[in-house]
T-cell receptor, first 113, second 116 residues
Framework: EPEVTQTPSHQVTQMGQEVILRCVPI?????FYWYRQILGQKVEFLVS????????KSEIFDDQFSVERPDGSNFTLKIRSTKLEDSAMYFC???????????FGDGTRLSIL | DQQVKQNSPSLSVQEGRISILNCDYT??????FLWYKKYPAEGPTFLIS?????DKNEDGRFTVFLNKSAKHLSLHIVPSQPGDSAVYFC???????????????FGTGTLLAVQP
């Protein structure tokens, strides 16, 4: 069964450094998402991406965040200057057309020191 | 912002019995509801969904019930198996609001433990 894959599984970064989280969505999917889950809290929506542009972003997704689909298969989340509060699990999701559920990757655990 | 609530943080059930997980929502614009199952160190796995035009959807051992007037949905697992032990998340979206987003709003999750 096709799946969403995320790399790396764990990323440790110094505060203030840039980090790029990578995702390969399911191949025929057109809608892409990033969510995060801070330890002990809910899974929260960050951003959605369709037709090569952001379709919606949350308040969390400020100027330090950006997303890109550079080559038709990868979907990346970049945090330009990481803060301690960016430490969380980051989940990528994708879905197909119509009434389809979102499918999630196994996440990247981001630890900011 | 508690738009989707799962008031039971945990539930323990004997193998073979029914597990009932509950979820409440406040936003009347939600029209699509999903249940996800999550094991530690894995991402949420889609289980079953229901559109607001229905009040029940069944898939094998899993049935989701939607009560729109009460803004309540539930997931029934019959019979429960030890492999069902996981965190179950309820999620909701308003599909036709705001364009192509369909962002999911998640509950806090319920940890289900099925005892052999």
């Amino acid at each position: 069964e096709p799946e969403v894959t995320q790399t790396p599984s764990h990323q440790v970064t110094q505060m203030g450094q840039e980090v790029i989280l990578r995702c390969v969505p399911i191949s025929n999917h057109l809608y892409f998402y990033w969510y995060r889950q801070i330890l002990g809290q809910k899974v929260e929506f960050l951003v959605s991406f369709y037709n090569n542009e952001i379709s919606e972003k949350s308040e969390i997704f400020d100027d330090q965040f950006s997303v890109e689909r550079p080559d038709g298969s990868n979907f990346t989340l970049k945090i330009r200057s990481t803060k301690l509060e960016d430490s969380a699990m980051y989940f990528c999701a994708s879905r197909g057309e119509g009434n389809q559920p979102q499918h999630f990757g196994d996440g990247t655990r981001l630890s900011i020191l | 912002d508690q738009q989707v609530k799962q008031n039971s943080p945990s539930l323990s059930v004997q193998e073979g019995r029914i597990s009932i997980l509950n979820c409440d929502y406040t936003n009347s614009m939600f029209d699509y509801f999903l249940w996800y199952k999550k094991y530690p160190a894995e991402g949420p796995t889609f289980l079953i969904s229901i559109s607001s035009i229905k009040d029940k959807n069944e898939d094998g051992r899993f049935t989701v019930f939607l009560n729109k007037s009460a803004k309540h949905l539930s997931l029934h697992i019959v019979p429960s198996q030890p492999g069902d032990s996981a965190v179950y998340f309820c999620a909701a979206s308003a599909r036709f609001i705001g364009g192509a987003t369909n962002k999911l709003i998640f509950g806090t999750g319920t940890l289900l433990a099925v005892q052999p």
